[in-house]
């Protein structure tokens, strides 16, 4: 004969306290659970996050070569003679070799720094609702980051007609060839 255990007491809840919720950790649910349920992001909305990006770093870049540029403009009235005009020539060469450089860094880290995030997303991705995930929906590593710029700077840029980024807009889950490279997705928020 089986012996039925005995009801739990009245108070059982407040011997036996539920365990804590766990706050949501990023990647979880939508992102993580189901990728299926992803809405990516196309050509245009990307298209326009990058012009909103262009007019972010443009401020820094413009401030860098003002600032150069004004030492360079400044010596440039006192030119007159022929060894003048190639030390002035000199200058400006050593200023874009030390400027350009710069700009490269400066874009470089502010794309992998802002994509490796928690956001996921540069300001202007942010600004129409996108970020960047792995393509399992996970975080980007700051690594993953650096190779999905560097793919979009130095590969994407060499096919013609600029496929490799209007692929974009024709790809099963709108990835550029960057994003193929770097095995990342651009989607909704």
Sequence with gaps: MSQIPPPPPPNWQQQYPQPPVMPPQYGAPP??????AWQP????????AVIIDSFVLSVPMLIIVGVFG???????????????????????????LVVWP??????????????????????????????????????????????RYFAKAMITPLI??????????????????HDMIADTVVVKV
Excluded: C, H, N
Excluded at 41 to 48: A, D, E, K, S, T
């Design 31 to 36: 992102y993580a659970a189901a990728p299926a």
């Design 102 to 147: 710069l700009f490269f860094i400066i874009s470089w880290l502010y794309e992998a720094l802002m994509t490796s995030s928690e956001r996921g997303a540069t300001v202007g991705k942010r600004a129409v609702g996108l970020r960047v995930l792995k393509a399992d929906g996970t975080r980007l590593s700051f690594g993953r980051a650096t190779g």
């Design 70 to 96: 004004a030492g360079i403009f400044s010596g440039l009235g006192d030119v007159q003679s022929e060894k003048d005009q190639e030390a002035a020539a000199f200058a400006g060469l050593i200023v874009f």
């Design 41 to 48: 992001g196309g050509f245009w909305i990307r298209f326009v």
């Design 160 to 177: 013609p007609f600029a496929i490799g980024y209007i692929m974009a807009g024709f790809t099963d889950r709108k990835r550029a060839l």
